[in-house]
């Protein structure tokens, strides 16, 4: 009996070996290696560890290292921490425990249990964004942005709680109250930071193209930027000076506008109100203020106000009533929309509920609806009601309506963007200190760059000051400071920057995390940037991917990097989640930890097993019942190569099939991230392979060191414990990963005689492998007709003969 497989001994001495000689090089004896960025999404170091689900994005992303560190890369792997945020700050408040001290702690402990998945990781390039080292940059960034013009201040309406005294992040607002004490939330404008990614929006649209990122999120993040083709049309509103401008995507409709709604916060909504519709007008005006934008956003009745006031369809010269409602959004467009409930849902609506009368513009096949019931919402069919406009498609008429609306100088074509300036400050303590000194002479002026970083003080209490400012405001002493343009009395900003703000360009940092010049050389970042393959959840497809792809942008424009796409290949990890399919939580009581599995089964096999759940891009349950079946796959693989490797087995052409089928089925899925079936595919291939060693006494050392090669990504100690004992010098990872010939992989087909009760009467040809049934089968078909009896017994004698018997 050989050595039966031992994953405790085997993985501490291969731990020990990676240690001391590095499999992971920039050079060897080849030369310098090419390098291949592969980046995890930085995790947050939670007081809670790491669970299962959180291994499995790690997994992916080594066996993909692994497979690129075989194909002869030098392999960028670094981990860090996104530590800024508000976890670490209410524990901060509720325990009185500096936030830093916690999170130092904290990323301790998940280190360590990150070492247990043997990743490749090189820790040398580690980053955390609370340390003032590195935000010393996200606060450089900002400070470009600033003089770039695209970090401004605002005021904007934030959600507000006038109990507590402080501003809500809309998670905080529950059914339009506030979530801490119950009291109805009301919009208050405050002086906010923004950023203003607007100025990227065509770039961040039409740059998808170059990507090699999963279509749905390119889908998302196009439908997020949002753009549109429309027009803006001037309203006179009757009896007044003004004019009241829309926004619409539907100019082709104007004709079918019998109203018109504004926002209750437009800045004319007011001032149309007549004496008999005043009070009303002022009462829904301060209703709507007291709602959330999410709450205004729902599905339910149409709510609005008629103002009083009229105004005039430029086209047509008709009396457009003036409303007020609160489905139209303030801060979109212009505030105010032409209605055309005939094909638009909303207004059809509002229409049927207010008697607003309906006119029809687009007609399908011509034909005028007798009884609307619903909007007519397709965008083809002809134009009728519509003046000269009749008889038009209306598909070619919405391309040329807003050119019409210019050149009648009635308003002009407009393109716009759903995505909106990225709001930038929180008023909280525990995040990079906005670089901004407000002086009373000078305005807003930048920390100088050269005295970056602006520290975050140690402040006595972490909470929320209760007028709607960060704990920084609470300190005299920092926040009272010198102009540094006229040196008079200034105060520093006392708002920090969003959790985004250090993961939108973290990644940039680790190939040159030590650099007190400059945010990364230009040298480290032409040898190692930008990312190659970026592993993560697919809960990040909009904010964070859209964040860095805007940083980026702007570090490309300023000439900090060269390339202005961070990420070149994308893939996104399914979650792994507990039984029917309920996220792992705490307080659920349904979490899995890794250590024990480890304990029991190796870290091959819990790598091996993440994988095995399920295809990696979907969700899976986790059960761990499962992993058995892994672990006793690699309990046959090791005795196989045991039983095998001293005994100089030639190899078969059978052997070498399977050799090279292997190859191309391991390679081929793993190509195409189908690392679920990669694992089946082991399975049966080593299956295959105890079969021919039961015939042939064992199996070809070529094909065994294959084995263990293919294994390494996956299961790497186990791939150096085969490679070694099966008499290789050196690391399994500097072995190449192995070709395939698809000849050899072509099934082999022999010639068997037929015979009837010992007399041959045909001969078929056959797949060497064939089956027995298959084979007699064939051979039947070959004989049918001299087959007159019956049939009391066949034979087949592989590859030899097939004989039937017959009465
Ligand atoms: C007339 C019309 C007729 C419209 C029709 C639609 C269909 P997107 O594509 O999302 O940009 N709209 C404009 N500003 C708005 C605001 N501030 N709040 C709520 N709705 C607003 O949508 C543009 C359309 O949404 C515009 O085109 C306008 O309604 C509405 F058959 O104008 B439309
Ligand atoms: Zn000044």
Redesign the pocket.
């Known amino acids: 009996m050989s050595t039966p497989y031992n994953h405790k001994a085997i993985e501490k001495k291969w731990r020990g070996r990676w240690e001391e000689n590095p499999v992971n090089v920039k050079e060897d004896e080849n030369g310098k290696r090419q390098k291949y960025y592969c980046l995890d999404m930085f995790p947050y170091p939670s007081g809670n560890g790491l669970h299962v689900g959180h291994w499995r994005g790690y997994v992916i992303s080594d066996v993909w290292s692994r497979y690129k560190l075989l194909q002869g890369y030098y392999i960028v792997h670094p981990m860090g921490w996104d530590a800024f945020g508000l976890p670490a700050e209410n524990y901060a408040i509720k325990m009185g425990v500096h936030p830093a001290r916690s999170t130092a702690e904290n990323v301790e402990n998940i280190k360590r249990q990150i070492n247990e998945i043997a990743a490749l990781y090189d820790w040398d390039m580690e980053v955390n964004t609370t340390d003032p080292e590195f935000y010393k940059w996200t606060q450089w960034i900002f400070v470009k942005m600033f003089k770039e013009g695209l970090a401004y201040e605002k005021e904007f309406p934030i959600n507000w709680c006038p109990s507590c005294k402080t501003g809500l992040a809309n998670e905080e607002v529950v059914n339009g109250k506030c979530e801490r004490c119950g009291t109805e939330v009301t919009k208050k404008n405050l002086r906010q930071w923004m950023l203003k990614i607007t100025a990227y929006a065509e770039r961040l649209l039409n740059d998808l193209d170059k990507l090699d990122w999963p279509e749905k999120v390119k889908k998302m993040q196009a439908d997020w930027i ?1 753009k ?1 083709y ?1 027009a803006e049309v001037d309203f006179p509103v009757e009896g007044r000076e003004e004019k009241i401008t ?5 100019p082709d ?1 104007l004709y ?2 019998t109203f018109m709604v504004l ?1 209750p916060e437009h800045e004319l909504a007011a001032s149309l109100a007549t004496p008999e519709t005043k009070e009303a007008v002022e009462k829904y005006i301060y209703d709507a203020s007291m709602k959330s934008n999410v709450d205004r956003m729902q599905d339910k009745e149409k709510t609005g106000v008629f103002t009083g006031s009229y105004a005039v369809n430029p086209l047509n010269g008709e009396k457009t009533p003036i409303w007020l409602s609160d ?14 409930p ?3 849902d ?2 059809f609506e509002f229409a049927k509920k207010f008697g607003i009368p309906i006119v029809q513009v687009i007609a399908k096949d011509g034909k005028e609806i007798e009884n609307m019931t619903e ?1 007519y ?1 397709e965008a083809n069919g002809t134009m009728i009601n519509s003046g000269e406009w009749n008889g038009m498609e209306s598909a070619v008429l919405k391309k040329e309506a807003p050119h019409v609306i210019e050149e009648r100088g009635i308003g002009k074509a407009t393109v ?1 963007y ?1 995505l909106r300036d990225w709001v930038f400050s929180r008023q909280r303590y525990w995040g990079e200190p906005i670089p901004i000194i407000h002086c009373p002479e000078c305005g807003a002026v930048p920390v100088p760059e050269e005295e970056l970083p602006l520290t975050l003080p140690d402040v006595e209490s972490y909470e929320p000051t209760g007028t709607g400012e960060s704990p920084l405001a609470g300190i005299e002493e920092w926040v009272n400071c010198t102009c540094p343009v006229c040196k008079k009395p200034a105060k520093r900003e006392t708002n920090t920057m969003p959790q985004w703000a250090g993961s939108s360009w973290y990644f940039l940092r680790y190939v040159d995390n030590h650099n007190s010049e400059a945010l990364v050389s230009r040298e480290k970042a032409d040898e190692m940037l930008p990312v190659d393959m970026y592993i993560g959840g697919v809960e990040h497809a909009v904010l964070h991917l859209l964040y860095s792809r805007f940083y980026t942008k702007f570090l490309c424009d300023i000439g900090a990097v060269d390339f202005d796409e961070p990420f070149k290949k994308l893939f996104n990890q399914g979650m792994i989640t507990g039984k029917n399919g309920i996220k792992m939580s705490k307080s659920k009581g349904n979490v899995v930890s890794p250590d024990d599995l480890v304990r029991d089964y190796g870290c091959d096999s819990l790598r091996m097993y993440e994988l095995f759940v399920g295809p990696p891009e979907l969700d899976a349950e986790w059960d761990d019942r499962g992993i058995d079946g892994v672990n006793r796959f690699l309990k046959r693989a090791w005795n196989l190569v045991m039983e095998s490797k001293d005994k100089d087995i030639k190899a078969t052409k059978e052997m070498i099939k399977v050799r090279n089928k292997m190859v191309y089925d391991i390679t081929t899925r793993l190509d195409s991230f189908s690392l679920n079936t990669v694992i089946s595919g082991f399975m049966e291939h080593n299956n295959k392979l105890i079969e021919i060693a039961k015939r042939e006494g064992g199996i070809d050392k070529e094909t065994l060191s294959t084995l263990a090669v293919l294994l390494s990504p996956f299961a790497p100690h186990m791939g150096e414990e085969l490679w070694e004992q099966l008499g290789h010098e050196g690391s399994v990872f500097n072995a190449g990963w192995p070709s395939y010939d698809v000849n050899a992989m072509k099934d082999d087909e022999v010639e068997v005689p037929v015979q009837i009760n010992g007399k041959t009467r045909a001969v078929v040809t056959v797949p060497a492998d064939v089956s027995k049934e298959d084979a007699i089968a064939a051979g039947r078909e070959a004989v049918a007709d001299k087959l007159t009896g019956t049939v009391v017994k066949e034979i087949y004698v592989p590859k030899k003969i097939i004989n039937i018997v017959q009465k």
Request: hydrophobic share 35%.
């Open positions: 949002g549109s429309g829309v926004y619409t995507t539907r409709t079918g506008a926002a489905y139209v959004l303030a801060d979109y467009g212009t505030g105010a929309i032409m209605c055309v005939a094909h638009d909303r207004d909007a919402t716009n759903k």
